[in-house]
């Protein structure tokens, strides 16, 4: 069995995308920012350290032509900022700063201004930056160092700003989703709201329309076919209620006349007698089932649920002794609930007369407090139900295929969860411990 994969839902996929998307965005948006920023500022840079090395190596030229010496030359150069001056005269370097060494100086750059008279370029000193300015000037070779670390430090912050507000773009774009996801959910959840009224039983359950043309029109096709349903229903419901009706009354002459017949039975001849064993037990399962679906049509349009406080212990107790069977086969005890005693005994009833008929006898029955709920188990001695099987069992007219004892209509379970749906409660078979069909009921402490 390959194992289930965790699906996120339409709200998170919404919000994922609104996230995902407003990421993209916000880093095409920083990458270009910072791309445009980074080429702004360094060229700016550039330019005014090559303006400033070229008008102080004219300086430094015009004094080297007047005669000055190499240091007196270095001193015209203004000191602004925290540049460093050097000047290369017959081989000899003097310079103006320690902060770069003559032999730190690219020799590219050096080569590059011998033959065209002037180069620029980039270098790291002991991991800081620098930007050479190298000009030939009369009798020598001039360089003026300029440092970048406050213009990395300035780029380094735009891309750390630039980085924070991408990820306050994702965190906002989710946010965004996830609210237009929420907003765009709400009419479906009232739609799955409705549908789980009507899977309740509530078949007048209904949902507002709202006024987008797309998710209005899906409530309206879902109000009609509520409507087509509940009416679907109803017409069955009465059309068995009117064929039970009329069948109940010759059905009755029947029953009397198969019941006079079976009391006389003895004063008949042998083949007769055998004959009225038969007549009565057919038409005695005749009228139960007329009774069962009599019944089953009445349930959605019953009388409203009593409310009354039950007494779970005692009430099975009662079922048992009718049954003769023995009150030993219950175990375990529940609170008082308030439920309708008269549902709840047809539900327990069906279930003990399930087992005794068609699950190989009775086990036990036992009962547990789970949360606010009753749980009642009736466990049979039957071969169990096949898991194929489970869901079906209670259909009407559906008989397990490994049923026990007697042939019977198959209304039996279905009453018993038309019953239970109807106090708010539930019914369901698996295996039981001991083997056998396990039927539980859960019912709740209060009726809903």
């Known amino acids: 069995m390959a194992p289930a994969r965790m699906t996120l839902g339409l709200r998170a ?21 910072y ?11 550039e330019a005014s350290s090559l303006t400033r090395a070229l008008v102080d190596g004219r300086a430094v030229e015009a004094a080297l032509t007047s005669g000055a010496k190499p240091g007196t ?21 003097f310079s103006r700063g320690v902060a770069v060494s003559p032999e730190d100086l690219p020799g590219s750059v050096l080569g590059l201004a011998a033959t065209s008279g002037g180069s620029w370029q980039r270098f790291d000193v002991g991991g800081a930056p620098y930007l050479a300015v190298v ?82 029109s899906i409530a309206v096709a879902f109000n009609e076919m509520a409507d087509a349903v509940q009416s679907r229903i109803a017409r069955e419901s009465r059309f068995a209620a009117n064929v039970s009706h009329e069948l109940r009354s010759p059905l009755t002459s029947v029953v009397g006349t198969a ?14 007698a055998r004959l009225v064993v ?28 009593q409310a009354d406080a039950v007494d779970l212990a005692a009430l099975i107790r009662e079922l048992l002794t009718e049954r003769n069977l023995p009150v030993e086969l219950l175990s375990g005890s529940a609170p008082l609930v308030r439920s309708d005693a008269r549902r709840v005994e047809r539900i327990i009833g069906n279930l003990l007369d399930n087992a005794v008929r068609h699950g190989g006898g009775l086990r036990q029955v036992t009962l547990a407090l789970l949360d606010e709920e009753v749980l009642v188990y009736v466990d049979d001695a039957g071969p169990g139900v096949p898991e194929a099987e489970r869901a079906a069992i209670f259909e009407p007219f559906h008989r ?49």
């Open 73 to 93: 030359a270095l001193e015209t150069v203004p000191t602004v900022g925290s540049s460093q001056a050097l000047l290369n005269v017959d081989g000899t370097w």
């Open 259 to 272: 019941e006079l017949l079976h009391r006389r039975r003895d004063a008949l001849p042998q083949r007769e």
């Open 35 to 45: 791309a445009f920023a980074r080429y702004y500022l360094v060229s700016q840079r």
């Open 13 to 33: 996929r919404v919000a994922l995308a609104f996230g995902v998307l407003s990421l993209v965005v916000s880093v095409v948006v920083a990458g270009a920012t």
């Open 278 to 305: 038969a007549l009565h037990a057919q038409v005695g399962r005749m009228s139960q089932t007329l009774l069962d679906l009599l019944e089953l049509s009445r349930i959605g349009n019953d009388a409203p649920v």
């Open 135 to 216: 000009l030939t000037v009369a009798d020598g070779t001039y360089a003026e160092v300029f440092p970048l670390r406050d213009l990395d430090s300035t780029l380094t912050a735009i891309g750390w700003l630039l980085i924070v507000a991408g990820l306050a773009a994702l965190i906002i774009g989710a946010a965004v989703g996830a609210l237009a996801a929420q907003r765009l959910l709400r009419p479906l959840r009232a739609l799955a709201a409705g549908a789980q009224l009507i899977a309740r039983g509530d078949l007048s359950a209904r949902v507002a329309v709202v006024p987008d043309p797309d998710l209005g």
């Open 400 to 448: 397990g295929q490994l049923a026990a004892g007697p042939s019977g209509a198959g209304l039996g379970l279905a009453l018993v969860r038309e019953q239970a749906t109807a106090l708010g409660g539930s019914v369901a078979v698996t295996t039981s411990p001991q083997g056998g069909a396990r039927f539980t009921v859960r019912l709740p402490r209060e009726l809903p």
